[in-house]
């Protein structure tokens, strides 16, 4: 007799790896970027534009760390509106954010690809290769790491995040010299003053930190996770904010103020910014170690992870291919859905256009964030005695809040280029839904109910996890507050001196 195939996953996820999987998500394409191109139209002004996005994901991530701990799902957006608004809407939701990620995942291939050209130009070597190439074979290369299942990849993030951190902190330590405080002028002086031209600097600097929300998606592989997701979504935007705000800052005490304008169609600011100033050699070298091997890197594992993870939940459901939803023997991974996004991320790549696809990644997660509000409101009224082991601090108020913002943005900063991708995408789904869903009546099976039943049903921890945990969260807390505080700090000497 045939034993039945075990769907679940497997929770392996701690803290650390949390905090490294979220912070990865977001630090990589964005910041190296279209969101350090946007230096070279605000210039020392940047760091407005970033307090203002940290402001813009600060509230939505504690929302998101309610819900993550209340319904630890794989998934996240599309479990939380499956429950509170209904299951067309979370399939609808679900192709947007996979897509975006996936999308996030080939932008960062290609960042990878364009800094990999400039680590061969600083090592002396006469040789570019087509960024289409590196580029898919980075994805096929993470599409293998993601195989292998949560532990192996949760501890190759870890590797690759802290090997950035320390490149990070040699490369300033190394650039100080360089810096010119006349670079930093008035601290308002560089922004647009016309308000959509804002808008969309906004949305590209908002773009630096969206993602933050990733571990809530895989909430199924979390251990702890009423306690680990709402604490890695406290810590990580601030995180997060700590490495674009020092990037930045040396990114505009570098690049002379006569050059800052060949940063904004760049596809490697740093280097093009150190290239003005005349910087070259090692400098050059390390900072693209940092980029590639470190911030680029530590990007793939989330992305291409977080994509799958939806794919897998939505075959679970019954409402894409039941391969999909198949779990590796072995290494406990959704396999299929891996392979078939790293399939779709070297698709992406082959546009070979960054810029498109963040602008279409970054509407397509604007308009599944604000579902995710929704959904959390929703919830509330739908579900009012659900047990939620964290609160988020006015989380009513901060979801309205963010609906009216993000939609706010999502207008404002709409790229007339990137959209019909968008509009295109939707109707595909819309479609699909009516003819694959709505008409047939279709609704999950009694397997999709009996895995989420069971991936609910976790643990308390002992008095001495308890403890642990406590222990742990009180250092991660210290180090990203301090980390945040140093962010602004180096602006205003900046600005000051």
């Not at 998934?75 to 897509?99: D, E, M, Q």
């Not at 799958?308 to 291919?321: E, H, K, T």
């Not at 779990?327 to 070979?352: A, E, W």
């Not at 959904?375 to 009012?384: A, D, F, H, I, T």
Request: charged letters at 10%; proline letters at 5%; one cysteine or more.
């Amino acid at each position: 007799m045939c034993m039945k195939e075990d769907k679940s996953l497997v929770r392996e996820l701690g803290l650390p790896e949390c905090v490294t999987i979220t912070g990865g998500a977001v630090i990589g394409v964005g910041l190296f970027t279209v969101g350090s191109s946007q230096v070279g139209i605000a210039g020392s002004s940047i760091i407005v534009a970033s307090i203002i996005s940290l402001l813009l994901v600060l509230w939505p991530s504690m929302i998101y760390g309610e819900l993550g701990a209340t319904l630890p799902l794989a998934g996240g957006t599309y479990a939380y509106a499956k429950r509170a608004i209904n299951w067309p809407v979370a399939i609808f939701c679900s192709w947007h954010y996979t897509l975006a990620q996936i999308g996030i995942a080939g932008g960062e291939a290609l960042a990878f690809a364009n800094y990999l050209n400039q680590l061969i130009w600083a090592l002396g070597i006469n040789v570019t290769i087509d960024p289409r190439i590196s580029a898919c074979a980075l994805m096929i290369l993470f599409t293998i790491i993601n195989f292998r299942g949560i532990e192996f990849s949760g501890r190759m993030q870890n590797f690759f995040m802290f090997f950035f951190w320390g490149a990070s902190t040699i490369w300033f330590i190394m650039e100080l010299g360089n810096l010119n405080l006349a670079n930093y002028t008035t601290v308002f002086g560089g922004l647009p003053t016309e308000f959509t031209a804002f808008a969309k600097l906004i949305v590209m600097v908002w773009w630096c930190f969206a993602g933050f929300e990733t571990v809530a998606g895989m909430g199924a592989e979390v251990k702890f996770p009423q306690i680990n997701i709402p604490r890695a979504l406290t810590i990580s935007p601030l995180v997060v904010f700590a490495v674009n705000a020092l990037w930045q800052f040396f990114l505009v005490g570098i690049t002379p103020v006569s050059s800052l304008g060949i940063l904004v169609t760049s596809d490697s600011p740093f280097v093009d910014g150190m290239k003005a100033a005349g910087i070259v050699g090692f400098p050059v070298i390390l900072l693209c170690l940092a980029v590639t091997l470190g911030g680029d890197f530590s990007t793939m594992i989330p992305c291409t992870g977080g994509a799958s993870r939806y794919l897998y939940i939505m075959a679970l459901d019954g409402c894409f291919p039941e391969p999909f939803s198949r779990v590796h023997p072995k290494y406990k991974s959704p396999y299929v859905s891996v392979i078939v996004v790293g399939v779709v991320g070297c698709l992406f790549i082959l546009t070979n256009s960054i810029v498109i696809v963040s602008a279409m990644c970054a509407f397509s997660q604007m308009l599944c964030y604000i579902i995710g509000y929704v959904s959390y409101l929703m919830l509330y009224k739908k579900e009012p005695d659900l047990d939620r082991p964290y609160h988020c601090p006015a989380g009513k108020l901060g979801a309205v809040v963010s609906i009216v913002a993000y939609a706010a943005l999502s207008i404002l900063a709409i790229d007339w280029t990137a959209i019909w991708y968008n509009i295109g995408l939707s109707v595909l789904c819309v479609a699909y839904l009516i003819f694959g869903v709505v008409m047939p009546k279709k609704q999950p099976p009694q397997e999709a109910v009996d895995v989420e039943l069971l991936a609910l049903k976790t643990r308390k921890p002992t008095a001495e996890e308890q403890a642990q945990l406590d222990a742990q969260y009180k250092r991660w807390k210290l180090i990203s507050f301090a980390a945040a505080g140093i962010g602004c700090l180096v602006f205003v000497i900046g600005f000051v001196f």
